[in-house]
C-alpha cells in the first residue's frame, strides 16, 4: 500500500466582513495521512485566550492531567496541576507581584466546543482528600477563585500534584482521579462521592491503590478503574468494589517485576496501565502503558486480544498512555497517545497501527509530553501535554476532524 506523507502547515486569514472584528486564525495539519484514514488539522484558535480565560485574562495552565468531553454538549474539561506551573511563567501569583501574568487556572476547568471558559472549580478544601504537591501550593475560594498571598515560594514549587485523569458520566457528573483516591462532583464542583481515602490498600480494603482513571458505564452502572497493575470495577452508586481482573483477566500481582519487556513473549502481568477507554459496544479497553499494549476485555473481565504499539520504542511510559475512539457509530479507529509524543491510529479491530499524527516539538501538531486525549462527536480530537520539570508543553490543542482520506486507487 503506498502511503501519501503530508506535512504541512495552513495558513487562513478571516478578513473584517459586515462589520466583524478582524480575527486571524492559523490552522496546522501536520500528520502521516494514509489512504482510507482519517484526517487532521490543528487549530490555534483553541481555547480563547486573552482576554477571555479568567477574569482578568491572564490564567494559564499547568500541566494537563486529563481531559474528557460531555457527551450532552460537548463541553471540554480538563484536569490541571496548578503546582506545576513553571516559575518563570507566574508571575502574577508572587506576592508583591512580578507582572500581570500568569495565574494558575484551578484544577478543574470547563471549556465549550469553542474554547470559550466556562468556569473552573477544584482544589483544597473541607470534606474531601486533595492534595497539591502535597503543600497546599494554591488556594482557591469555594467557587474556585484564585486567592492570592498563599505561595510557596521559599523552595519553589513542587514538580508533582495529585490530579489525575478526568472523565464526564452520562448524567454530566465529573469523576476525577486525585492521588490515591477517586472524587464525584456535580458540574459545578460539589463533592458526591470519595472512593479510596489516604491509608488503606488495594483490594483488601475494596478500594484503590494508584487509581488513574475512572469511567462510569451507564448500562451497568459501574465505575472502571485503571490502577496500576489491575483494573477494578465498582458500584457506580454505593462504590462497593465488585470486581477486579490483571491482564488476561487474571489475577493481578503486584510484586511483579516493573522491567520493561519489549521483545519476546508478552509480559503476563500489567505495568503501569495509565487509562481505559470502553466502546459503545461494551468492550473495555486498557492501555498497559510501560508493555507498550493494548488490551481489550468484556465488562466482566474476560480476556479478548491485544496489540502491541511501537513495542521496541523505550521511551519513559511508554507508547500507549490514553485512548479514545473515532466519533462514527462503529469507532472503526482507536486513538492511541503515546508518551513518545505521536498519536498513533489503530484498526479497532484489528489492533493494528494504520496512521500517526505529531512527533516531538513545540509547533502545531507536535507535542511535548503527550498524556491525554478526548474526542467529542464531531470527531476532534483534544490532546494534552503534561510536563517534566521545567519542560512540558502544558497546552491542550484541538485537532480538526476533516473527513476520512480517499481510498488507494486500483490498479488494472
Known sequence: MRRNRLCMLVFATTILVGGEPFVPRLAAQIQEVVPGGPVFEVDLSWPKAEGHFGEQGNWDFGAIAGIAIDPANDHV??????ATMAQNENFALKYPSM?????????????????????GWGGPKQGHDWLVGGKGVFEYDENGNYILGRPRLESGLDWWAGEQRISVDHSGNIWLVESNHILKFTNAGKLLVQIGPSGKQADQDGVPRHPTMAVLYAKTNELFVSDMRRVMVFDGDAGKLKHVWGAYGNKPDDSAPSTRILVGPAPKQFNNVQALAISNDGLVYVADSENNRVQVFRTDGTFLKEGFVARDRQVPSGTVVDMAFSADSGQQFLYVAGADDHIRILNRETLQTVGSIGRLGHYPG???????LAVDSKGDIYAGEDHNGLAGGRRVQKLLFKGIAPAAAVGP
Open 366 to 372: 507536535q507535542f511535548y509530553n503527550l498524556h491525554s
Open 77 to 82: 474539561w480538563v484536569a490541571t496541576r496548578p
Open 99 to 119: 507582572g500581570d501574568c500568569c495565574l494558575p487556572t484551578p484544577p478543574v476547568v470547563e471549556f465549550d466546543a469553542g474554547g470559550k471558559f466556562i468556569q
